[in-house]
């Protein structure tokens, strides 16, 4: 279960998203994202971002192959601004381990905390989406 309260001026409508959805019996993709910008243009954005994924990631072989999925979709679009997407694969093992692989563009690298309570930022930087 999950909810999500905009930071500022919740009564704009903003160009931040998140979505998981199962890619297949072993895999989940997660995926997050800000649009540069705000209202109609921002939130068209988004839903093209955020369908883009869950479709190339059900084909894909890696994260990185699913952004530039979503970068040529944003290029076919030739939206007036970009994003940055974070996406990543959970692949949860038999013995229910889990394992990620991700990939980033533009966005700021997530914040692993490891069981011990260390934590780190995972991912290398990325180029932004649908810069052209």
Do not use: M
């Not at 959805?21 to 994202?33: E, F, K, L, T």
């Not at 260390?118 to 290398?124: D, H, R």
């Amino acid at each position: 279960r999950a909810r999500y309260w905009p930071a500022g001026e919740a009564s704009l409508i903003g160009g931040d998203f998140y979505d998981a959805s199962r890619v297949d019996a072993d895999r989940w993709g997660i995926v997050i994202g800000d649009v540069c910008g705000k209202g109609i243009d921002a939130a068209a954005i988004t839903g093209l971002v955020r369908h883009t994924v869950r479709a190339a990631a059900r084909n894909a072989t890696s994260p990185s192959e699913v952004l530039r999925d979503v970068h040529r979709a944003l290029s076919d679009h030739q939206p007036s601004t970009f994003c940055t997407v974070c996406f990543l694969y959970v692949q949860i093992a038999e013995d229910g381990s889990q394992s990620l692989d991700l990939a980033l563009g533009g966005h700021p690298p997530p914040v692993l905390r490891r069981r011990g309570g260390a934590v780190e930022e995972i991912g290398e930087p990325g180029s932004l989406l649908g810069i052209f």
